[in-house]
């Protein structure tokens, strides 16, 4: 995968030719035709040779901002080899020429990334190596410090792309050979390849289209309707779909190209509800490698769910096979655990019409987007918004299944703004993922209850949520720093083992019958920093009311 990158350059003049006593001050040595220290007004300092009062010969220059020059100078500025060491950590080494980068240098990144090459006149120019952080690594043609002509990129998953570039993106004709085998010739434009994706899919009339009893479909051209109303127009083989084909599927998103085993395989294209067009190499129904990507039109507006009673709506996320990261082992069951709870009398017993639950290869970054918009914003003013996510984290993001180490991150700021889109009064976060806090076990069926005592306390929990004052908590795993642990006798993410047990009543500290988001931190902070030896330490931050209910406990 291609990641963009500028090359920014300080050009480092220190005079022009006047003499230096108008600049500052000789603090130590001869300053004049020797060996001395001296400082400039704006607190710049040179320790070593000068001739005629400039500087001339070896030296080091220190500058105000942190950054310092060691090698030669020539008539006052860089002439020669010399080393730049800049305030953020970036480092060109190599030939200057009046000031400014010229000749065979490399510059290395604060990042890691490192260009070698030539220069003229602070430019980076001809044929050079950049060598990516991530891996990757690009020989080729570069221009005004950029990818620019005809050059190779070796990428980090193993692909190869030979072809033309044109500010820093593959653009004009040029050739992607996947780790896999597959192979792409042809045309791309701003890093995008030019297929004819409008093409892709089943392009006949739907009375040519033979419908399929039940399995058992005839070679040729067929329509296969799927138990929960997706359907599909195309190439039959074998029986089942296979082939050129477009599937609509019950969600509303629409994907044109190749399909086998009753999922996209190969090129194709994906349009989602929310109008976004991604075009790419499908394996197994996940993109593999995206090839294009455009902005449609957007789905219909969400209606809100508008009545006097309050209601719970969930978004739950467990994040456990990954493609590109080690795969978690418990993070499926606690999200089936977390929904358990929610449909069971003391999570609220919502109905599964409120509840979305994303895991497997479910669990990707627009799913969760999408499931986020289409629940929270069916959310009244009188209601409750929860969003769980268990899974791998990193500083500013959690990591959906489909996070090939650089895309589809699912940010911080994006759960903010779902959050902030919503109306609901009340917006509870609940995520067991290493570095959370950077986003500052069965289940009781409860038998032998009366219907008449449950629903008593359904009432009061659900009275009990709408007196509470509006506001958001967050109850996060660990603190920013921190990663979160899984643990095998648990058998569970450590955070969420207790979760579940404080939700089902081992934190309802006051016998209320009821457990408070105040009294369930306190629970899964105590035990999950005893069970963990303090290497793990959740949190709670927010504007969120301390007595407001998170679950009811039962007799």
Not at 523 to 530: D, F, G, I, K
């Amino acid at each position: 995968m291609f990641i963009s990158f500028r090359l920014y350059f300080v050009l480092i003049i220190i005079v022009c030719s006047s003499a230096l006593a108008a600049q500052g001050s000789c603090v130590s040595g001869d300053c004049e035709s020797g060996y001395g220290t001296y400082r400039f007004v704006d607190g710049a300092r040179y320790v070593g040779d000068f001739k005629k009062g400039e500087l001339h010969g070896g030296g080091i220059l220190y500058y105000p901002d942190g950054s310092r020059y060691m090698g030669n100078f020539y008539k006052q500025l860089q002439q020669g080899k010399g080393r730049l060491v800049m305030a953020d950590g970036t480092v060109y080494f190599g030939m200057w020429s009046k000031g400014q980068y010229h000749g065979k240098g490399e510059l290395t990144f604060g990042n890691g990334n490192k260009l070698e090459g030539e220069w003229i006149n602070g430019q980076s120019a001809g044929v050079g190596t950049f060598y990516f952080a991530n891996g990757d690594e690009y020989k080729g043609e570069i221009l005004n410090n950029a990818l620019h002509g005809h050059g190779t990129m070796n990428y980090e998953n193993g692909d190869r792309y030979v072809g033309d570039w044109h500010d820093n993106r593959r653009h004009g004709r040029g050739k992607l050979l996947m780790e896999d085998g597959t192979e792409l010739d042809g045309n791309w434009t701003t890093d995008q390849y030019l297929a004819d994706w409008d093409r892709l899919g089943y392009q006949g009339r739907p009375d040519e289209l033979v419908k399929c009893a039940g399995n058992d479909c005839p070679d040729g051209k067929g329509y296969f309707r799927y138990p929960d109303g997706t359907t599909y127009e195309g190439d039959m083989r074998g029986g089942q779909p296979n082939g050129q084909g477009t599937v609509i599927y019950a969600d509303g998103q629409r994907y044109a190209g190749n399909y086998r085993n009753h999922r996209p395989e190969g090129l194709g294209v994906m349009r989602y509800v929310d109008g976004v067009i991604t075009g790419g190499i499908w394996r197994e129904g996940r993109l593999y490698r995206k090839l294009y990507t455009s902005q449609g039109r957007p789905a219909a507006p969400v209606a809100v769910d508008a009545d006097p009673e309050v209601k719970v709506w969930a978004v739950i996320v467990g994040a456990e096979r990954y493609q590109h990261m080690p795969s978690l082992k418990y993070t499926k069951s606690d999200a089936f655990y977390l929904y358990a709870h929610l449909r069971s009398p003391e999570g609220g017993a919502l109905p599964a019409s409120q509840i979305r639950l994303l895991v497997d290869e479910n669990a990707t970054h627009r799913n969760i987007i999408m499931a986020m918009r289409d629940v929270y914003l069916r959310a009244d003013e009188n209601d409750v918004v929860l969003f769980y996510f268990s899974g791998h984290g990193l500083q500013g993001a959690f990591l959906p299944v489909d996070y090939d180490g650089f895309e589809n991150r699912l940010e911080h700021y994006e759960i903010r703004d779902a959050l902030l889109a919503t109306r609901a009064r009340h917006k509870l976060v609940i995520a067991d993922a290493c570095h959370s806090g950077s986003l500052s076990s069965g289940i009781s069926d409860g038998q032998g209850l009366a219907a008449r005592n449950l629903d008593k306390k359904l009432a009061r929990y659900y009275n009990a949520l709408n007196e509470a004052h509006a506001g958001t908590a967050l109850l996060l795993s660990s603190k920013g720093i921190e990663y979160s642990l899984e643990d095998g006798g648990l058998r569970s993410g450590v955070f969420s083992h207790f979760l579940i047990q404080g939700l089902e009543g081992e934190a309802d500290q006051n016998q209320d019958d009821m457990v408070s988001i105040e009294e369930l931190f306190r629970y899964v902070h105590r035990e999950t920093r005893t069970y963990t030896g303090n290497q793990q330490t959740p949190t709670l931050s927010g504007d969120y009311d301390p007595t407001m209910p998170v679950s009811l406990v039962r007799d």
